[in-house]
């Protein structure tokens, strides 16, 4: 009998939610940064094991927002709560006033909840992993708690076995080989934007959209033509993303493009543009139409 599960991954921002997601399904599907607000709209990671099928959906950081794109953002995550099967509610740190906010989701949701403790590699000891727990404990009947290391890998595997008590016997909602439910295009995006936030600092990472204009085949070469538009706020982050004699924009290219060839398998040849549109994070049209609608 087949079975299958939606499970909600929700937390703050950076908490390593989409490094979990990844470690989960064993892909890569979502990118991952070191700065907040990484993810931008649900991501929708599959694993299918014989009758066993998990669906896993990441979700951007919950936060108060400040654009409109935020807005959206934090609500698409709170959603996820309204159709999941149980959720993983991933900590790195102790209860904060900022966790308020998903806190009370949660609740409202009633679901059954894991607290996953996240980045155990990096706590020092026993005892600050036991104070995260001290602090949140109290504040919802979790069913379990798991501390993990989503970086390294430790724990995923006593997290999976917690969550298949809550597979339901049904069909299966994707096809037992699919991963996930964004496009090749979206996925190219995605990494393209990946590379921007590792070499970009303060406000240009979170003023950058990036979309796939024009995709063609070049039979010839045997590659895919890919041009991507990369769009900024202000002439001045346009000048900061090019860097000196392009050499930025030509590093986050080359970057970008071995990791789709990897990550895709797809062999490609990649062109930038940087266009500005300002304040399109407070523009419906334009977060729409760089694919981070409702
Ligand atoms: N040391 C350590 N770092 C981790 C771990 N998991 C994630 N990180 C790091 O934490 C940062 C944030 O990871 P993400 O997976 O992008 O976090 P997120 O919760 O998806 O962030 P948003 O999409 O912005 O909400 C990255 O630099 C990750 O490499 C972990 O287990 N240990
Ligand atoms: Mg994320």
Redo the contacts with the bound molecule.
């Keep these: 009998m087949t079975k299958s599960a939606f499970i909600a991954i929700v937390?703050?921002?950076?908490?390593?939610?989409?490094?979990?997601?990844?470690a989960l399904i064993n892909k890569k599907v979502?990118?991952?940064?070191?700065?907040?607000?990484?993810?931008?709209y649900n991501i929708t990671g599959v694993l299918t094991e014989g009758d066993n099928q998990f669906v896993f959906i990441?979700?951007?950081?919950m936060h108060k927002p400040i654009h409109q794109l935020g807005s959206i953002m934090d609500k698409g995550a709170e959603n996820t709560l309204y159709d999941a099967d149980v959720v993983c509610w991933?900590v790195?740190r102790p209860f904060h006033q900022s966790d308020e906010r998903v806190l009370k989701r949660i609740e409202k949701s009633g679901l059954p909840v894991i607290l996953v403790i996240?980045?155990?590699?990096?706590l020092e000891s026993k005892t600050h992993i036991d104070e995260i727990i001290l602090s949140f404990i109290h504040r919802y009947d979790f069913k379990e708690v798991i501390p993990?290391?989503?970086?390294?890998q430790?724990h995923i595997d006593k997290l999976k076995e917690a969550l298949t008590q809550y597979l339901i016997e049904g069909p299966h909602y994707f096809p037992d080989d699919e991963v996930t439910d964004q496009n090749d295009e979206r996925r190219m995006a995605e990494l393209i934007r990946e590379k921007i936030l590792y070499h970009t600092e303060e406000e240009v990472p979170h003023s950058v959209a990036v979309f796939i204009e024009h995709l063609e085949q070049n039979k010839e070469l045997n590659t895919i033509d890919v041009n991507a538009v990369i769009i900024v706020e202000r002439d001045s982050q346009k000048g900061i993303l090019i860097g000196k004699n392009g050499e930025r924009l030509k590093r986050i290219g080359t970057e970008a493009r071995k990791d789709i060839n990897r990550i895709l398998n797809m062999k490609i040849h990649l062109t930038l543009w940087v266009k500005v549109k300002e304040n399109w994070r407070n523009d419906p049209g334009s977060i729409e139409r760089y694919g981070y609608g409702e």
Excluded at 11 to 22: A, R
């Design positions: 937390g703050k921002p950076n908490v390593g939610k989409s490094t979990l997601l990844n979502a990118i991952v940064s070191p700065k907040v607000q990484t993810t931008r990441d979700t951007p950081g991933v790195d996240n980045k155990i590699d990096k993990i290391s989503a970086l390294s430790t």
